[in-house]
């Protein structure tokens, strides 16, 4: 299936790009003024081949799994968390649940790998296995269960899609996984462990250390091809990065635009655009990481996330924020009044 859905994406509409910036030169307004907003709205008028796309229901898919190498001591949390977080978002305790509230928008939440068995109503158990094997060992999982985790995610945006979403956040909750994000980003741009491992959870100096260490270790056990996403993804990924890389696939396939977090998600959306890079079309960048890494891999998508707030919560707050920019944006889009509405184009033109 993976590779069908890859060969399906295609390019962007261009004619409702064009009418969407005839439309946004037409308002009451100084041509190119909303900067950054025009873009996105054009590029979303393109993503769904509509000059007025609708962008009322949305959702953060939020991809929860555990990850084998925790066990190094390079958290300071222990992966007991990972389980507690996931059950906190049906209890609408969780930082991202307050972020979508505000933006009038659903989580999903998928147990991609989680340790544990978590019986919550609404939970979607999509398991590839009970969290992956420790990368500072051998390769977190098989090369087929990347592919099925990146299946997984291409499933869960197809049934979002047959429910009528037409927009999407990403995130994710897995105690670990800025490690693997950093072993996955370190190889994929050809950067030094150094530059791309963060503290994470607030991790000591000492403990930094100990994570740099660790990533450099997997990397040189499982020798990771750095021409092949997918052997990246098995050697040193976790379930999360693997189900969101899905995520980003199946946006593009099914044309809905979709938002990247933080620094986990930014490492999926850098795979899938490995895999096939008209995905990047498709894919927003919602505010930039206080993780280090998140910087290079962003500069690598070519993207500028929309803010800049220093935030690494995670959970797919980043998106649910960005959510009220880009309504923003369209409420302006649809609602403003135009230069002829305003009498001033006869001005503005001339009679020459």
Do not use: W
Not at 11 to 35: C, F, H, I, N, V
Not at 269 to 291: D, Q, W
């Amino acid at each position: 299936m993976l590779y069908d859905i890859l060969k399906a994406i295609g390019q962007l509409y261009d004619e409702p790009m064009a009418e969407a910036k005839k439309r946004l030169d037409s308002l009451l307004k100084p041509t190119g003024s909303l900067g950054v907003l025009e873009e996105i709205i054009c590029r979303i008028a393109g993503i769904r081949g509509e000059v007025y796309p609708s962008i009322d229901k949305k959702t953060v898919i939020i991809m929860c799994s555990d990850n084998g190498v925790v066990e190094e001591g390079v958290t300071s949390c222990p992966k007991e968390v990972t389980t507690c977080l996931t059950s906190s978002l049906f209890r609408g305790l969780a930082t991202v649940n307050a972020f979508t509230r505000h933006a009038g928008a659903d989580i999903t939440v998928v147990d991609i790998g989680l340790d544990s068995d978590l019986d919550c109503e609404g939970l979607i158990c999509r398991k590839i296995r009970k969290g992956t094997c420790n990368i500072a060992k051998g390769p977190a999982m098989t090369r087929d269960e990347a592919i099925r985790a990146i299946e997984t995610g291409i499933g869960i945006v197809k049934d979002l899609k047959n429910k009528g979403y037409n927009m999407l956040g990403t995130g994710e909750v897995g105690i670990g996984n800025t490690t693997t994000s950093s072993a996955v980003s370190s190889v994929l741009t050809g950067s030094p462990a150094e530059e791309m491992v963060g503290r994470g959870a607030g991790l000591s100096d000492e403990g930094l250390m100990k994570k740099i260490e660790t990533v450099k270790k997997a990397i040189e056990i499982n020798k990771p091809n750095p021409d092949d996403p997918i052997d990246v993804l098995s050697k040193l990924g976790g379930f999360d990065i693997a189900g969101l890389t899905g995520c980003f696939i199946g946006a593009a396939a099914y044309r809905i635009p979709i938002l990247i977090d933080g620094f986990i998600s930014s490492c999926a959306a850098l795979l899938a655009v490995r895999m096939e890079p008209k995905v990047r079309a498709y894919v927003f960048s919602s505010h930039g990481s206080a993780e280090p890494g998140s910087r290079r891999v962003m500069k690598e998508l070519g993207l500028e996330p929309m803010l800049s707030l220093g935030m690494r919560v995670g959970e797919g707050t980043g998106t649910a924020l960005a959510f009220n920019l880009i309504d923003a944006a369209f409420e302006a889009y649809t609602k403003m009044g135009t230069y002829a509405d305003a009498s001033i184009e006869k001005y503005m033109t001339g009679n020459k």
